[in-house]
């Protein structure tokens, strides 16, 4: 099954977010409260807080970069 072009960006941030969240936080948890058998659901559960924040901000901060990046690099810039 192939989903339209149109919806790419959407994809592009909802796979963005959800690798950025589950590193991140997998690390951040790693880091502050170690390895123990419950991990996986503790992970589970900081995603699950986390990436409805890290998706929107995701949707709305990508163009911003996008733009920025294009003003500080030669080449074409988009519109």
Same mark, same amino acid.
């Given at each position: 099954?192939?989903? /339209?072009? %149109?919806? +790419?960006?959407?994809?592009? *941030?909802?796979?963005?977010? !959800?690798?950025?969240?589950?590193? @991140?936080? $997998?690390?951040?948890?790693?880091?502050?409260?170690?390895?123990?058998?419950?991990? /996986?659901? %503790?992970? +589970?559960?900081?995603?699950? *807080?986390?990436?409805?924040? !890290?998706?929107?901000?995701?949707? @709305?901060? $990508?163009?911003?970069?996008?733009?920025?990046?294009?003003?500080?690099?030669?080449?074409?810039?988009?519109?």
């Amino acid at each position: 099954m192939r989903i /339209p072009a %149109r919806y +790419a960006p959407l994809l592009f *941030g909802a796979f963005l977010s !959800a690798i950025m969240v589950s590193i @991140v936080s $997998a690390v951040v948890l790693l880091m502050n409260q170690g390895w123990s058998t419950d991990f /996986p659901v %503790r992970w +589970a559960k900081s995603f699950a *807080g986390t990436w409805p924040i !890290a998706f929107p901000t995701v949707l @709305v901060v $990508a163009p911003l970069v996008r733009r920025l990046v294009a003003r500080i690099t030669t080449g074409n810039h988009p519109a």
